[in-house]
Nanobody, 128 residues
Framework: QVQLVESGGRLVQTGDSLKLSCIVS????????MGWFRQAPGKEREFVAG????????YYADSVEARFTISRDNAQNTVFLQMDSLQPEDTAVYYC?????????????????????WGQGTQVAVSS
């Protein structure tokens, strides 16, 4: 059984940086991709960033590209989300997900239905 635990969320000011972590436990043999999603109050969960496990190719939502970076540390079984130039509209609960999808390319990383495992979320709040 794969389990994920996110951490690192907190209250920051506009323009600040923050790094979220997602520690993974369990067998990752079937995992093909990892991603970050977020859900703001009153809104649906949306895609933020994703990475293919096989080759590290990444895919980002337009709203965060050039500001956010997804990365991983295989030795520590951890997925990171580095967030720079944070804006109030980045305020949300951020979720880490893992996928066992066999799809090709990177576009599938943005599809919530492709993910099999989720963490409990970590709150990020950006004050103006």
């Amino acid at each position: 059984q794969v389990q994920l635990v996110e951490s690192g969320g907190r209250l920051v000011q506009t323009g600040d940086s923050l790094k979220l972590s997602c520690i993974v436990s369990g067998d990752m043999y079937r995992i093909s991709g990892m991603g970050w999603f977020r859900q703001a109050p009153g809104k649906e969960r949306e895609f933020v960033a994703g990475m293919r496990k096989s080759d590290g190719r990444t895919y980002y939502a337009d709203s965060v590209e050039a500001r956010f970076t997804i990365s991983r540390d295989n030795a520590q079984n951890t997925v990171f989300l580095q967030m720079d130039s944070l804006q109030p509209e980045d305020t949300a609960v951020y979720y880490c997900g893992l996928s066992e999808s066999t799809a090709y390319g990177v576009l599938w990383l943005s599809q919530q239905g492709k993910y099999d495992y989720w963490g409990q979320g970590t709150q990020v709040a950006v004050s103006s």
